[in-house]
């Protein structure tokens, strides 16, 4: 079965850096474009950033662009998001995601069960 | 990117039908692009449960229905059930090629 397990969240203070990562297993990594997702505490869903099947493509929110780098090791199945500058804003927990198929127009299906990422001083 | 605009909040009764809205604008909700539906109980990872507008996941009850009209689409859970009670969230892909999703809706079982 698809599963996906996030890892890499903590604290960490304004302006540092972290790196999340997702191991994925039970389908084929390289098929699939994956995705991260966010959600403050109380709050909705927010999309952060996708990547392509072959890491040819990549996309982000405005509020990552700049901050963020999304990649992808397709030998080791995993997912990777650099999250540089933090800011208190940027508390939530992140989700990774699959790509339903392999365009970045199919909605993510299978999701892990998120990392916390806590940005204060 | 604005996210796409839900009601706080509906209720229903075990039996009943409630009917989730998700209004955007002609850049993503009303534009070729899929529309999916997201559950979320407490505590847990959402779960996709439309997508492109109409279609269910394999598992998905039928109770689970979506639709669209212009730049509004909308998820309609029929027989309510209490395991329904949880947080749901539209998404749309958007002419940008990127990802919005709405505010959510708390769907209370009474």
């Known amino acids: 079965q698809v599963q996906l397990v996030e890892s890499g969240g903590g604290l960490v203070k304004p302006g540092g850096s972290l790196r999340l990562s997702c191991a994925a297993s039970?389908?084929?990594?390289?098929?699939?474009?994956m995705t991260w997702i966010r959600q403050a505490p109380g709050k909705g869903l927010e999309w952060v950033s996708y990547?392509?099947?072959?890491?040819?493509?990549?996309n982000y929110a405005d509020s990552a662009r700049g901050r963020f780098t999304i990649s992808r090791d397709n030998a080791q199945k995993s997912l990777h998001l650099q999250m540089n500058s933090l800011r208190a804003e940027d508390t939530a927990v992140y989700y990774c995601?699959?790509?339903?198929?392999?365009?970045?127009?199919?909605?993510?299906?299978?999701w892990g069960q998120g990392t916390l990422v806590t940005v204060s001083s | 990117q604005s996210a796409l605009s839900q009601p706080p909040s509906v209720s229903g009764s075990p039996g009943q039908s409630v009917t989730i809205s998700c209004t955007g604008t002609s850049n993503d909700v009303g534009s070729d692009n899929g529309v999916s539906w997201y559950q979320q109980p407490p505590g847990t990872a959402p779960k996709l449960m439309i997508y492109d507008v109409t279609n269910r996941p394999s598992g998905v009850p039928d109770r689970f229905a979506g639709s669209k009209s212009g730049n509004t689409a909308s998820l309609t859970i029929s027989g309510l059930q209490a395991e329904d009670e949880a947080d749901y969230y539209c998404?749309?892909?958007?002419?940008?090629?990127?990802?919005?999703f709405g505010g959510g809706t708390k769907l209370t079982v009474l």
């Open positions: 990547i392509s099947s072959t890491s040819s493509y990549t």
């Open positions: 039970g389908f084929t990594f390289s098929d699939y474009y």
């Open positions: 995601a699959r790509g339903r198929c392999r365009g970045t127009s199919c909605p993510p299906d299978y």
């Open positions: 998404s749309s892909y958007t002419n940008s090629a990127s990802w919005v």
